[in-house]
C-alpha cells in the first residue's frame, strides 16, 4: 500500500470534510523530510514542476485511502521551493498552481482586530481581493463562519467542487482563508459550508462581496476595488458645506429602477453610465442639493424595492458594474449635487443564499425569534450584541463613504432597532436586562456607528428614518443623544398630509395639525420627508390625496409644496412628485414622464424647481432651519380663514421673508398682517401664478406697510391670498 498520510486524513481530504486542509496539503514536513500532497478529483498523474527551470521535480503517487489525493516525499530537496503541478487527466495535460503552498494573506493584527470586532477596514480583509500574492496573480478570499466545520471556495474555475478549495482556518477569530491563484474579476463565486454536525448547508454568497449575479442567480462577483481613479477631489474637500444645518439642504429620493425606463428596449431600467448623464442633468436642472438613492446594496426580490438586500457590499448589478456605479456618483459630484444612500442595518431576509443561518447557526441574526425575526416585513433582525455583527454593519457603513464617496447615509427603520417591542404582541418579544423595550445593543451599535463614520469619513451625514419620541436622536452622543445628523419629521408628514387631504370646508376643524408642529420642530434636526411611502400600499398619489376637481387637487399641492419649502425643516421629495405624477408609483413601470405634455403638470414642476431656487438663494428660508431664533408666527389662529402666516429670518442683513397660506378655495382681499419691519415687500414666490398653472392671482409683484397695527406690530401690509395658495414675500433691503 501507498500512503503518506493517516486514513482518517486522507479520506476526509476526499471527502472535503477536513477542517485544516493547509495542515496536510501543499508543501509540508513529514518525518524529517519535505512533501508535497495534491488534491485534484480526477486527475491520472500528478508532478511537481520547478517554478524557476521547469524541470521535473517529482512524480506523486496516488493515495490507496483517497483516489484523488496525490503525494511524495522530496528527496532531493530539504528547503522549501516554489513549485506548479502539472496535471494529466486521460489526453489532457496541464500546469497549475497549488493554492495550498501559499502562505496566509491576513496579518496578525488583522487577526487580532477581527476577533475583537473593532477593525474598521473589515472590507479590506474579508470579501474577495483580486491581487498579487507571493508574486502570482490570484483572488484571496476570506469569510467568517466560526461555527463551520469547514468552508470552501466554489465557482467554474473548480466545477462547483467543494471539495478542491477547502479553506485555512483563522483560529478564534472564526474567519476562513484562501488565496486561489489565477481566479480574476468577473469570477461568480459562493462559499460551501458543512455545519458543526458536517452537513452541507446551501450554498452561501459572500457577505462581504463586492458583485453579485443577475437575479434570479445569487452568486457573487469578485469585483476589483482598486484602481478608479477619482476626480472628485474638490467636491469630497468642501462636502461639509453642503450638509450643516444653516445649510439649504433639498433631496430627491429615487428609485433608480424606475425613474425611467428605455421602452424600446424591453422596458429596461437605466444603466449607472445612463443615469449619470440622465438623473444628474434633470436632478441639477431642478434644483435640488442632493439625490437620495433607494438602497443599492443587492437585494434578490425586486418588489422589496432594496430594502431586504443580501449584498451589503455590493452595488446592485441591475445598472451596472461597481465601477459604474461609482462613475455615477462622480458625475453628481462633478454637478454640484451630493448623494445620499439608503441603507439597511435593521433587518435582512431568510433567503437560503444570504445571511441567515449562515454557518449553520444563528450568527448574524439571533437564536430566539423573540429576539430576532420582524413580523411585519418577514425578515431576521441582527444581533447588535454581538461585536463581529456590530463591527460588520459599522464597516459597511464606512464602505460605503469612504470607497464609494457616498456622501451620506439615510438610515431606514431606526424605530424598529430602538425597541424590542416594535409591532409585536404580547408575548412576542423579551425585554432587556431592565425589564424594559428598549433595544439597549442597538442603541450603543447606533451611536457607535455614527461616531465611527463622523470621525473616520470626513464631510458625511447620517439621517435617520425614526417615527417615535426616542429623545435625541440627531443629538450629539456626548450629550446622551444617538448621534444622527438629522432626523425624518414623521410627524410632521402624518399631520399635514392628513390636514391637505380634507376638503377646505372642513379644514378648520383640523387647523391645528399644520401648527402643531411648530411645538417640537427644534427637538431634533429635521427634515420634512414626502417619501415614497406615501405614495404606495393603497395611499395613491399626493396630487390624488388632495380633494376637489382636478384644477383644484393642483392648486391643493402646488399650496402644499408651497407650506413645506417655507416651514422650518430641511426638504425631501419622492420622484414624480416633482410634477405631481397621477397615479401610485409602481416599482414595475416608468414614471409618467408622458405628463409633462400637460400645463398642470408642468406648472408643478415649474413650481418645484422655483421653489429649490428660492430655498437655496435665500438665506432666511433655510440658515435656521433648525434652530428657534428664524421663526415667527404671524398668524396660526386663524382657522375660519384656514390662513397660516409666519415670518423666516436668517442672520442680521439677512433680508427676513413673509410666508402665508391660504388653504381654501375663496380668494381673500385687503388681508392685513403685521409685520416687523416697515417697506416694501416683495412678492418673491405665489404657487398661484400662471407660471405654475394657477389663477394668476397676487399682489402686482410686492406691497408696502401701512402704519396699522396688526397682530400685535406696529405695521402691516394689506394683501390679496389667492385661492389654494402660498405666497412668500421678502423685505426689500435698502
Wanted: charged share 25%; with cysteine; hydrophobic share 35%.
Amino acid at each position: 500500500m501507498t500512503s503518506y498520510t493517516s486514513r482518517r486524513d486522507a479520506q476526509s481530504i476526499q471527502d472535503g470534510i477536513h477542517s485544516n486542509p493547509f495542515s496536510l496539503l501543499g508543501l509540508q514536513e513529514w518525518e524529517g523530510k519535505l512533501i508535497v500532497r495534491a488534491f485534484v478529483p480526477g486527475a491520472s498523474e500528478i508532478e511537481v514542476i520547478d517554478y524557476e527551470t521547469g524541470g521535473v521535480i517529482a512524480e506523486l503517487e496516488r493515495d490507496d485511502f483517497a483516489p484523488d489525493l496525490f503525494a511524495k516525499p522530496i528527496d532531493n530537496r530539504t528547503e522549501r521551493f516554489a513549485y506548479k503541478l502539472r496535471v494529466t487527466r486521460g489526453d489532457h495535460v496541464w500546469l497549475q498552481e497549488d493554492p495550498y503552498r501559499f502562505g496566509p494573506v491576513i496579518g496578525e493584527l488583522d487577526e487580532y482586530l477581527l476577533g475583537e470586532g473593532t477593525h474598521q477596514a473589515l472590507w479590506k480583509v474579508l470579501g474577495a481581493h483580486v491581487m498579487t500574492h507571493e508574486g502570482v496573480a490570484g483572488t484571496h478570499f476570506a469569510v467568517w463562519a466560526p461555527n463551520a466545520r469547514r468552508a470552501s471556495v466554489v465557482g467554474n474555475w473548480n466545477n462547483w467542487d467543494g471539495r478542491r478549495h477547502l479553506m485555512r482556518p483563522r483560529g478564534v477569530t472564526g474567519v476562513w482563508e484562501i488565496f486561489i491563484p489565477g481566479v480574476s474579476e468577473g469570477e461568480a463565486y459562493k462559499y460551501e459550508l458543512l455545519n458543526r454536525q458536517g452537513q452541507l448547508l446551501p450554498l452561501k454568497a459572500d457577505p462581504v462581496g463586492f458583485g453579485s449575479e443577475h437575479a434570479p442567480r445569487t452568486a457573487s462577483i469578485v469585483r476589483k476595488l482598486d484602481g478608479h481613479s477619482w476626480n472628485d477631489g474638490e467636491w469630497m474637500k468642501t462636502r461639509a458645506e453642503s450638509t450643516g444645518i444653516n445649510k439649504p439642504i433639498s433631496i430627491y429620493e429615487v428609485h433608480l429602477g424606475s425613474w425611467r425606463k428605455v421602452q424600446d428596449e424591453g422596458n429596461r431600467p437605466l444603466s449607472y453610465y445612463e443615469l449619470s448623464q440622465q438623473l444628474v442633468d434633470y436632478v441639477k436642472d431642478m434644483g435640488f442639493t442632493h439625490v437620495e438613492l433607494m438602497p443599492i446594496s443587492e437585494y434578490p426580490f425586486d418588489g422589496s424595492w432594496g430594502y431586504q438586500p443580501v449584498g451589503l457590499f455590493a452595488p446592485t448589478i441591475r445598472h451596472g458594474t461597481l465601477e459604474e456605479f461609482r462613475g455615477m456618483v462622480e458625475a453628481f459630484h462633478a454637478a454640484g449635487i451630493g448623494v445620499l444612500i439608503d441603507w439597511v442595518p435593521g433587518h435582512f431576509p431568510e433567503d437560503a443564499h444570504g445571511l441567515a443561518r449562515f454557518d449553520g447557526t444563528a450568527l448574524y441574526e439571533h437564536e430566539d425569534r423573540r429576539e430576532g425575526f420582524h413580523p411585519d416585513w418577514n425578515t431576521l433582525v441582527y444581533n447588535y450584541g454581538r461585536r463581529e455583527v456590530a463591527n460588520f454593519l459599522s464597516a459597511n457603513a464606512l464602505y460605503w463613504l469612504k470607497e464609494h464617496h457616498v456622501d451620506g447615509l439615510r438610515v431606514d427603520a431606526v424605530a424598529s432597532m430602538l425597541y424590542r417591542d416594535y409591532s409585536r404582541q404580547e408575548g412576542e418579544w423579551i425585554p432587556n436586562k431592565d425589564g424594559g423595550r428598549e433595544n439597549y445593543e442597538a442603541i450603543d451599535f447606533l451611536r457607535s456607528m455614527n461616531i465611527t463614520a463622523y470621525r473616520e469619513a470626513q464631510g458625511i451625514v447620517t439621517i435617520a428614518e425614526e417615527s417615535t419620541a426616542f429623545p435625541g436622536v440627531s443629538a450629539p452622543t456626548n450629550h446622551g443623544g444617538l448621534g444622527f445628523g438629522y432626523k425624518w419629521n414623521m410627524g410632521w408628514m402624518n399631520d399635514t398630509l392628513r390636514y391637505m387631504s380634507h376638503e377646505p370646508v372642513h379644514r378648520k376643524y383640523h387647523h391645528h395639525d399644520m401648527t402643531f408642529g411648530m411645538h417640537y420642530a427644534y427637538s431634533e434636526n429635521y427634515i420634512l420627508p414626502l417619501s415614497h411611502d406615501e405614495v404606495v400600499h393603497g395611499k395613491g398619489s399626493l396630487l390624488s390625496r388632495m380633494p376637489g376637481y382636478p384644477a383644484d387637487q393642483f392648486a391643493n399641492l402646488r399650496a402644499y409644496y408651497g407650506y413645506m419649502w417655507g416651514h422650518p425643516g430641511k426638504k425631501l421629495l419622492f420622484m414624480g412628485g416633482e410634477f405631481a405624477q397621477g397615479e401610485e408609483w409602481d416599482h414595475t413601470q416608468s414614471l409618467d414622464w408622458h405628463l409633462l405634455q400637460y400645463d398642470f403638470q408642468r406648472g408643478v414642476q415649474s413650481l418645484v424647481r422655483d421653489l429649490n431656487r428660492v430655498y437655496r438663494e435665500v438665506p432666511a428660508l433655510h440658515k435656521y432651519d433648525c434652530k428657534p431664533r428664524g421663526f415667527e408666527w404671524i398668524e396660526c389662529h386663524s382657522a375660519e380663514n384656514s390662513v397660516f402666516a409666519w415670518i423666516r429670518y436668517g442672520d442680521e442683513g439677512d433680508a427676513p421673508v413673509l410666508i402665508v397660506s391660504n388653504m381654501t378655495p375663496v380668494e381673500r382681499q385687503n388681508y392685513r398682517l403685521g409685520v416687523p419691519k416697515a417697506g416694501r415687500w416683495v412678492e418673491i414666490l405665489n404657487t398661484d401664478s400662471s407660471l405654475y398653472a394657477g389663477g394668476g392671482r397676487g399682489n402686482l409683484g410686492a406691497s408696502v406697510t401701512e402704519d396699522i397695527p396688526s397682530h400685535e406690530r406696529e405695521v402691516s401690509l394689506s394683501l390679496t391670498l389667492p385661492p389654494l395658495s402660498t405666497l412668500y414675500f421678502q423685505l426689500e433691503q435698502a
